[in-house]
């Protein structure tokens, strides 16, 4: 199983943008998948969560200004981050569940909810 995240970068506050993570070794249609991030000095943290069925989670954190999408034609996961705020910079990684329902998976949480993990990629927001 390999997971592996783009998209990163810098951008101002108030910006956008779109993370990518492309999965392979597995068969992505059948499990839910998820976005966390992990800023310095701070413990990861769950973003959002989609499940197989196309059910969606999300921090209360990010609601209303972050849509997690998967294409599974493309073995994709998508991350469209709008209204970014300085407190979203972190490493933005993704994961894959061993479960096929989002919601379950991400109430679970990190340490059970998931079972393979991609790189990261940064994403930095300044004032």
């Known amino acids: 199983v390999q997971l592996q995240a783009s998209g990163g970068g810098l951008v101002q506050a108030g910006g956008s943008l779109r993370l990518s993570c492309v999965g392979s070794?597995?068969?992505?249609?059948?499990?839910?998948i998820g976005w966390f991030r992990q800023a310095p000095g701070k413990e990861r943290e769950r973003v959002s969560c989609?499940?197989?069925?196309?059910?969606?989670t999300y921090a209360d954190s990010v609601k209303g200004r972050f849509t997690v999408s998967r294409d599974n034609a493309k073995n994709t996961l998508y991350l469209q981050m709008n209204s970014l705020k300085p407190e979203d910079t972190a490493v933005y990684y993704c994961a894959k569940s061993p479960f096929m329902s989002g919601s379950y998976a991400y109430t679970i949480g990190l340490r059970y909810g998931m079972d393979y993990w991609g790189k990261g990629t940064l994403v930095t927001v300044s004032s």
């Open positions: 989609i499940g197989a069925e196309g059910s969606r």
């Open positions: 070794g597995f068969t992505f249609d059948d499990y839910a």
